[in-house]
């Protein structure tokens, strides 16, 4: 049944908005849509992702720590990519790692890979059919 309903758009919150920007443009291949005070947005209008800078006091504290793969948390994002071998060396070469143990499998006929963002974010990226 199609009822018009999806996903608008996915947000992220960043420590370092720069940063996480710069990696998801290099990782998703996405353009700026939008840059506001504390925020910008990647990608086209439906599917988009939006990065969003977190409290001042709460990205400080966060900055003194080492980043942490977050394993623990309730949502997965899952994105896009055209190219699943690209996206995962773009990972790498943007401050991002394979998530602990991941592997590459196939499911719903797209190429999936978990992967942890500069952030400590853990994302599954899925390769276009």
């Known amino acids: 049944m199609t009822t018009g ?16 920007r710069d990696f998801y443009r290099a990782v998703l291949g996405l353009d700026v849509q939008e840059v506001g005070e504390g925020f910008v947005t990647l990608g086209p209008p439906d599917g988009a992702l939006s990065i969003v800078a977190m409290p001042a006091g709460i990205a400080a504290e966060l900055a003194r720590r080492p980043v942490v793969p977050i394993t623990d948390a309730a949502i997965k994002p899952v994105l896009l990519v055209a190219s699943l071998d690209v996206a995962l060396d773009a990972v790498g070469a ?22 942890v963002d500069p952030d400590g974010n853990v994302v599954q990226l899925a390769e276009r059919a």
């Open 5 to 20: 309903a999806g996903v608008a758009e996915v947000v992220i919150y960043a420590v370092d908005l720069a940063r996480l």
């Open 94 to 115: 943007h401050g991002g790692q394979p998530a602990e143990g991941a592997t590459t499998w196939t499911y719903l006929g797209r190429r999936r890979q978990d992967v």
